[in-house]
């Protein structure tokens, strides 16, 4: 099953940039594109997860699984972020062993959210 992970691509990392400068979380977006990304990952770039004073941050989620926010990444943190998303990808609701996951992913959790319930049908 895909899993997908959100990348902040208009973060500043708490700066202001100079003219033409790439957003920080542009950078890591591309970083981990060449990284490589592993077999059911689905990176999708957005325009803010709301994380900005965290630094760049990205989220994992997936259907039925747990998701997770991450913060105070940068490009350095790429190879990690793949680790960390192929383990996510392949943990059947999303809930990866502590010493299994990448450091960054035991330290800059910013937020746990549990799966949806599936909703009932109203009753007529």
């Not at 994380?51 to 926010?69: D, E, K, M, N």
């Not at 793949?82 to 450091?103: F, L, Q």
Request: with cysteine; charged share 20%.
């Amino acid at each position: 099953m895909t899993v997908t992970l959100h990348v902040c691509i208009t973060c500043r990392a708490g700066r202001t940039l100079m003219e033409g400068e790439t957003a920080p979380g542009a950078r890591l977006h591309s970083a981990i594109l060449e990284a490589g990304v592993p077999e059911g990952v689905n990176v999708v770039p957005v325009e803010c997860l709301s994380a900005c004073s965290q630094g760049c941050s990205i989220a994992l989620s997936g259907p039925r699984r747990w998701s997770y926010v991450y913060g105070r990444l940068s490009d350095a943190s790429a190879p990690d972020v793949v680790a960390g998303a192929a383990a996510y990808a392949a943990a059947p609701d999303g809930i990866v062993p502590w010493r299994s996951r990448p450091e960054i992913f035991r330290k800059q959790s910013l937020a746990r959210i549990p799966p949806i319930a599936a909703v009932p049908e109203a009753s007529e």
